[in-house]
């Protein structure tokens, strides 16, 4: 019985890491192919449906994994004074820390796409917003490998 709840945690943490990790490269590779258009219905359109999936997908997956990931580490017997974990929580909350901003400045390029009345052109503040935003993502899809790595190896 132990063991199988343990398992079916296990995958529901491991299933929604997927979802989290996949959504997150899918928005960036979309938003990528989109801003380099440089056609506003297009980014508009894009960006539309980057927001929902922030909002439907990946904002209740990040709060699976932080619950069933600390379920797991009480129902498998770690402390979370293990350096290993440690590093994945802080790089958990770093990550974290990149896409609330990202979130914000999609709402932000968001806005300023649908003002905007050229369909061929976006405004300069649309690639400002674009460059924090890529920057941002950049620093944690790296971040995001190293907390895979950590839960699987969990290093000493």
Known sequence: ????????????????ATLLFGMGLGSAFYMLMASLSKKQPIVRHTL?????ADWFVTTPTVIIQF???MMLVSIGGHSL????LKWALVLFVFTGACWLPVVWLQIKMLNTVKTCAE?????????????????????????????????VFKPA
């Open 67 to 69: 619950v069933s990931g």
């Open 1 to 16: 019985m132990f063991e199988d709840v343990y398992l079916a945690i296990k995958w529901v943490h491991i299933l929604s």
């Open 119 to 151: 369909e061929d052109s976006l405004p300069s503040i649309y690639w400002f917003y674009n460059r924090w935003w890529l920057g941002l993502g950049i620093l944690a899809f790296p971040t995001v490998a190293v907390i895979f790595y950590l839960m």
């Open 48 to 52: 539309t449906h980057v927001v929902r």
């Open 81 to 84: 004074n293990e350096l290993w």
